[in-house]
Every structure is written in structure tokens, then in C-alpha cells.
């Protein structure tokens, strides 16, 4: 997670996978001030993919759970995609076929453009659970970030997985335990 203030609000940036479930969003937090840089699951998007787009799938979901038997849902409401009709999948970024849609390019550049707009100042990269299995989408950039600008703070809870380059130890926190421990 990234955090900044801009115009006198808290700005955060997620890649966690528990945060693809809209836990921020059910906190409070407005839409347009989270950047899902490894997808949502509110998203379905094509399995191909055929094209870059997502579609919103909160009401089909809760059909399947209201018509749900034995733990099976009914054949037609299995999502095909509406370009190809080939079945849709969750968005989320779990290997080469994730859709980065207009959305998501726009979450991007308001996230670049926080970034843009604080270089220099003191800021928290913050990460809550981050591991290394894609570290280039957070995990790399903060450190470098956190490298370039010597009043930035690089801060890692992670269970197991707590640790920054020799580079950057003077200016992080890296705590080695539990999350839910530490927030307590």
C-alpha cells in the first residue's frame, strides 16, 4: 500500500491480495483515491482475453449465490464474455492474460501523477503483507522510490517476508510479524 495526502485527503495505492476484495472501499474510502494495481474481484474480464475491457459482476454473483444447489449454479449463468462468448474469469493479475482497462489506466496516471506531484517530499511507502510474488508491481518500485528520495520511509509488515535492500535499511521499518498483532 502507498499513502500520501493530496489536497488535504489520505491517498493510498493497494496491490494486496485481500485488497482486490474492496475491503477499502467497504471502509470508507473513495473509489477514485485507490489504485487495484493487481486487479478486482468486482471485475470479471474475457479468459482469452479479446479485448480490454472488464464488466461489473456484483449482480450476477449474487444470483449465483441466491440459486445456488449442492453447492452448483445454473448453467446459464456461467459469465461468457459478450465480445467472443468465450467464459470470463476474475480480473485479477495472476499471469499474462490480466485486462488493464480504462479504468485501470486511469487509476494509474492519477497514481503517477500523486507520485509526480510529492517527488522530493516526506512520504510513507507502506506495505501490509506484500510478498515476492509480483514484487515488481510494488515491492521493487517502492524501494527504489524509497532510494531516490531521502525523506521517504519505507515500512514492511510482513510475516516472514520483512526485509529491504542494504541500500535503504536508514530509512525503513520493517517489522517481522504478524499484521493483525502489530495493528493491535
Not at 13 to 36: M, S, W
Not at 171 to 181: A, H, K, L, V
Request: charged share 25%; hydrophobic share 35%; net charge negative.
Amino acid at each position: 500500500m502507498f499513502a500520501g495526502e493530496m489536497d488535504g485527503k489520505l491517498w493510498f495505492c493497494t496491490n494486496n491480495t485481500k485488497d482486490v476484495d474492496h475491503c477499502f472501499q467497504k471502509a470508507g474510502f473513495d473509489k477514485k483515491r485507490l489504485f487495484y494495481t493487481q486487479g478486482d474481484y468486482g471485475l470479471f474480464q474475457c479468459s482469452e482475453p479479446c479485448c480490454q475491457e472488464t464488466f461489473d459482476n456484483e449482480a450476477v454473483i449474487r444470483e449465483m449465490l441466491e440459486r445456488k444447489k449442492k453447492m452448483k449454479i445454473p448453467t446459464e449463468l456461467i459469465p461468457i464474455c459478450p465480445q467472443c462468448g468465450k467464459p470470463m474469469t476474475m480480473n485479477l493479475r495472476c499471469d499474462d492474460s490480466f485486462v488493464e482497462d480504462e479504468g485501470w489506466h486511469r487509476a494509474a496516471e492519477r497514481y503517477e501523477n500523486f507520485l509526480r506531484t510529492r517527488d522530493g517530499q516526506k512520504i510513507l511507502f507502506l506495505e501490509l503483507g506484500v510478498g515476492y510474488n509480483t514484487p515488481v508491481i510494488i515491492k521493487y518500485p517502492f524501494w527504489r522510490m524509497t532510494a531516490k528520495n531521502p525523506n521517504a520511509v519505507y515500512a514492511c509488515v510482513n510475516l516472514g517476508q520483512a526485509d529491504c535492500p542494504q541500500e535503504i535499511e536508514r530509512q525503513s521499518i520493517c517489522i517481522n510479524s504478524d499484521i493483525g498483532s502489530v495493528i493491535e
